[in-house]
């Protein structure tokens, strides 16, 4: 690419005074999703390097692990990945519960794949809303939020918040389900498969969102691998890697779905990856709904969580955006000795300059749209 | 007053204010039905805060642009920022000088005509101020000094030269059925054939109006076509760092040349202020029983407003295309097919 922008002349001397043009894209960019940064060196429109800068929204969460009790952790862990929480905390607490080996009652087990799934439904909507909306197409914006509304409305009816959830504790659940929360819960999962094929009638088969998605950020099954890739980025790069699984946890071993993979490598498959996904998020709530076992919420759990000396633990679930892996190290204090978390956000971004380099701006765009990251869990 | 001061003075000057007066009204409240419809569309309800139905909301937009600080970057360069809008607004506001809304004084048999004037070069003119647009989002691209911009200035540059060549190509289709240049001639020679020129020599005149349709809204910057403003990459385009009034002008601009292609493609290819069928007996009812004028006129709104909701219509559903998408739909497809319509036309014309 570099030799299109100087053409010296004979003797070496350029006619103009040509340069790349330096772009600063962001942090305060509305379509850098958060506080992103980019560095990029154009040549026109053209991409031909791309660095990220992180840490504006570095708050030092893994730090403040090392502060307080086990249990009250759990809300600095909805603040990474705020469009996600559950997912989460499901990942702190099952961390926590391995490192103290706490044993869950089904009936929370299920109740947190129930809350899982959820959130990864409104965490998908969120990314096609803001996809879309990147790559120009206002409208799927409102009727995701429409249905993002409703999940919402039954995390709040669970757990009171709608956003930073804290809904879950070692050992178990705080509280169960209200009464009629099924019900409701229910009446969504009837309506979704019709919504998500709303949504997709808009852009699917649309020749504009096809000319702006295949072929466009092109990631090999190689290099996601390589930099470490996980969830729908990796499973649109042609990889079954799924931990819900290979690794099964909670309740889904006991539930039947299936893990979409294409094989294109590219921003459509990623599309087409999630927009199923989210069509076997709805199989599994059905599953899980009709199956909800009976029973107390709470499993045994000493009065004090204390870690055992010189334990250390990994636990890795499959969150929304890739696998959300919490490590801790414990020293038989109160409070975890170290806690280090492995957010899918951070690697997945690091790709994005391999992805965008020699695509045009809008490319750009819709490669950071595809990506899905969310700086909250990057900076953390 | 003597009489030719009447003629030539007075009455001038009324028409050109009552037009764009008219013109600033619509284009105020075609925003507010811009939301509406959009609001519509997405599953929302757009404004409703001020006034009933939000029928007060574009006055408290405009009250609040008025007096916003009115901001010019201190390495701007000065007399192009200033410039630039005003050269995006005043050339749309001219076309509308040679715009028929209502049939001629031949028609109506009355005294007054409803076009401010009509010159016998009117396609010339309507392409030459129309192309004057580009001057004003140029400059303020580059004057503003930012980068954001630039590239908006670039892109729109690129993409309005582009799509003003099949423009003008398509243009010629109306003129060789009508053999005429005047936009009251072209609208009289409809009535004359009896056909709308979008259905004359099917499907030529089709072909023609839809190239004429896309192109129109490549040059007004409207989505799918809205590069140049493309909030999600380029923050705004080549109106990032202007604010206030001047930042108002701007979107009086691109509101006053979808207005304006609207209307041209209303009188050229869909019978201007032609009642649908004037010529059909039992279908006289269109012409409202009301005097040819005052008919004239509500269908030449009916049709444009029609013309409008397209265009709002295509926002609400289209994702927005890529640089080089844009100007290999313009140059592989429109041009060649702009071309051929233009040399098959003028074939049917001479074979018939």
């Known amino acids: ?380 | 007053m003597p009489q030719v001061l009447i003629d030539h003075l007075l009455m001038p000057v009324l028409k050109i204010g009552v037009v764009v007066g008219m013109v600033m009204g619509v284009i105020t409240y075609l925003v507010l039905a811009e939301r509406k419809i959009l609001g519509f569309i997405q599953v929302r309800v757009g404004p409703n805060r001020v006034g009933p139905w939000g029928l007060l909301q574009p006055i408290a937009d405009v009250a609040k642009l008025l007096v916003k600080e009115d901001v010019i970057p201190r390495r701007a360069v000065k007399w192009a920022f200033v410039l630039g809008p005003c050269l995006v607004v005043a050339p749309a506001l001219v076309i509308f000088a040679v715009v028929p809304f209502g049939p001629p004084s031949t028609v109506t048999g009355g005294e007054q005509n409803w076009f401010i004037t009509d010159i016998n070069v009117g396609l010339l003119f309507v392409l030459a101020f129309a192309t004057i647009g580009v001057y004003g989002i140029i400059l303020g691209g580059w004057a503003s000094n930012s980068k954001f911009s630039l590239l908006g200035g670039l892109r729109s540059a690129a993409q309005m030269i582009s799509y003003e060549v099949p423009q003008g190509f398509t243009l010629v289709v109306p003129l060789l059925m009508a053999g005429t240049m005047s936009l009251n001639g072209i609208v009289m020679a409809q009535y004359e054939q009896q056909v709308w020129f979008a259905f004359k020599f099917l499907p030529l005149g089709l072909l023609a109006f839809f190239i004429y349709l896309v192109a129109g809204i490549a040059e007004s910057n409207r989505n799918p076509f809205d590069l140049p403003e493309a909030e999600s990459e380029l923050v705004a385009g080549f109106h990032t760092e202007y604010s206030g009034m001047r930042f108002a002008l701007f979107f009086l601009g691109e509101y006053a040349n979808m207005i304006v292609i609207s209307a041209v493609a209303v009188t050229l290819f869909l019978g201007g202020w032609l009642p649908p069928f004037p010529n059909v007996g039992w279908l006289s009812f269109l012409g409202l029983g009301l005097p040819p004028a005052i008919a004239g006129l509500f269908w030449f709104t009916f049709k444009l407003f029609c013309f409008l909701f397209v265009y709002i219509w295509f926002r609400g559903t289209f994702p927005r295309y890529r640089f080089d998408q844009l100007m290999e739909l313009g140059w592989k497809w429109l041009i060649p097919l702009a071309f051929a319509n233009v040399l098959l036309t003028g074939l049917v014309k001479i074979l018939l």
């Not at chain 1, 600095?76 to 103290?100: I, S």
């Not at chain 1, 998908?124 to 919402?152: N, S």
Request: aromatic share 10%.
């Open chain 1, 1 to 380: 690419m570099t030799e299109s922008i100087e053409t010296p002349t004979p003797d070496g001397e350029t006619l103009f005074g040509l340069e790349e043009m330096e772009l600063n894209f962001g942090p305060q960019h509305p379509a850098t999703h958060g506080v992103l940064r980019l560095k990029l060196k154009v040549d026109g429109e053209r991409i031909i390097g791309c660095y990220p800068i992180i840490g504006y929204l570095h708050r030092g969460t893994e730090k403040l692990f090392e502060l307080s009790p086990f249990f009250q952790n759990i809300p600095h862990t909805d603040r990474m990945d705020y469009v996600a929480a559950a997912t989460n905390n499901l990942a702190y607490v099952g961390a926590v519960e391995k490192l103290l080996g706490l044993v869950v009652p089904p009936r929370a087990r299920y109740i947190r794949t129930i809350l899982s799934e959820l959130q990864r439904l409104s965490s998908h909507l969120l990314w096609l809303a803001t996809h879309a909306i990147d790559i120009g197409a206002m409208t799927p914006f409102f009727y995701t939020f429409r249905e993002r509304e409703l999940i919402l409305d039954l995390f709040e009816e669970y757990c009171g918040a709608r956003l930073t959830l804290n809904c879950m504790r070692p050992g178990g659940q705080p509280y169960d389900l209200p009464v009629g929360w099924t019900d409701r819960c229910r009446e969504l999962v009837d309506l979704f498969p019709a919504a998500i094929e709303e949504y997709g009638g808009l852009l699917t088969e649309n020749r504009i969102w096809k000319k702006r998605t295949i072929g466009v950020g092109v990631l090999t099954a190689e290099k996601a691998l390589a930099y470490g890739v996980t969830g729908p980025m990796l499973r649109g790069s042609g990889i079954q890697w799924d931990l819900r699984k290979a690794m099964p946890y909670e309740a889904y071993d006991e539930v039947d779905f299936d893990v979409p993979v294409f094989h294109n490598c590219d921003t459509y498959d990623r599309y087409l990856v999630r927009m199923e996904e989210m069509r076997q998020s709805t199989r599994i709530l059905d599953q899980c709904l009709k199956q909800l076992p009976e029973g107390p919420i709470m499993g045994k759990r000493p009065r004090v969580l204390k870690a055992p000396k010189d334990s250390e633990v990994y636990h890795g679930i499959e969150g929304p955006k890739g696998e959300i892996g919490f490590y801790i190290v414990g020293d038989g204090k109160q409070q975890p000795y170290r806690c280090r978390v492995r957010p899918p956000s951070f690697y997945n971004l690091q790709v994005l300059p391999d992805m965008v380099e020699g695509l045009l701006l809008a490319d750009l765009v819709a490669v950071i749209g595809t990506t899905d990251i969310v700086l909250g869990e990057i900076d953390r």
